[in-house]
């Protein structure tokens, strides 16, 4: 498997408050991507890095924000948590842009 | 838009039946199709298929890509009810905001 791992596994918040889940791994891989899955969506692209503290938008990435400060580590923000984005997050890793990616475990995050 | 469609969305056999789970795409820039396994966790991945008419296998399950019709299909022999998942198929393209598209998956039920 690869080295992907992610924390909190689970966390619970309320509205308005701030949150940040962080996405680690060990195969020193240059592309992260992070992904929100929902019933009915499937998996849908929040934000990617392309590098240490390159990081491009996804289709969902709106009320998100990411970083990328050393290439293992990769951050997902949420300044300000909804409802809207109780969800599962995940993680992923791949070694060149077109190349297959890896999933991480998942954070489920619930905002109340 | 670029879109990839799971046919069908569930479905339930018994062990040892064989079962073929389809994906239609349309993916501009398209570069080749994956077929992940989703469990009650993070997705692993199957298979790459980048050439038509090439059978990728392992195991039990094998797969093989039509790029002229723009369809794939996943066949599961003498299933199991550790087959029983999510099965993704997913659209892997050039494009600017990050290179995977989701289906929204075929969810496969096995009873003993």
């Known amino acids: 498997d690869a080295g992907i791992t992610q924390s909190p596994r689970h966390k619970v918040t309320e509205t308005g408050t701030p949150v940040t889940l962080r996405c680690h791994q060990t195969?020193?891989?240059?592309?992260m991507y992070w992904y929100r899955q929902d019933p009915g969506h499937g998996l849908r692209l929040i934000h990617y890095?392309?590098?240490?503290?390159?990081?491009d938008k996804g289709e969902v990435s709106d009320g998100y924000s990411v970083s990328r400060s050393k290439t293992e580590d990769f951050l997902l923000t949420l300044e300000s948590a909804t409802s809207s984005q109780t969800s599962v997050y995940f993680c992923?890793?791949?070694?060149?842009?077109?190349?297959?990616?890896?999933f991480g475990p998942g954070t489920r995050l619930t905002v109340l | 838009e670029d879109k990839v469609v799971q046919s069908p969305l569930s479905l339930v056999v018994h062990e040892g039946d064989t079962v073929t789970l389809n994906c239609s795409y349309e993916v501009t820039n398209f570069r080749s199709l994956l077929w992940y396994k989703q469990e009650k966790k993070a997705p692993t991945f199957l298979f790459m298929l980048?050439?038509?008419?090439i059978e990728k296998k392992s195991g039990r399950l094998s797969s093989i890509l039509d790029k002229k019709e723009l369809f794939s299909i996943l066949n599961i022999t003498a299933t199991q009810t550790g087959d029983s998942a999510v099965y993704l198929c997913?659209?892997?393209?050039?494009?600017?905001?990050?290179?995977?598209?989701f289906g929204k998956g075929t969810k496969l039920s096995v009873k003993p």
């Open positions: 992923a890793i791949s070694e060149f842009y077109t190349d297959t990616q890896y």
């Open positions: 890095s392309y590098g240490v503290k390159d990081t």
């Open positions: 195969e020193n891989h240059r592309y």
């Open positions: 980048t050439s038509s008419g």
């Open positions: 997913v659209g892997n393209y050039g494009g600017s905001q990050g290179n995977l598209i």
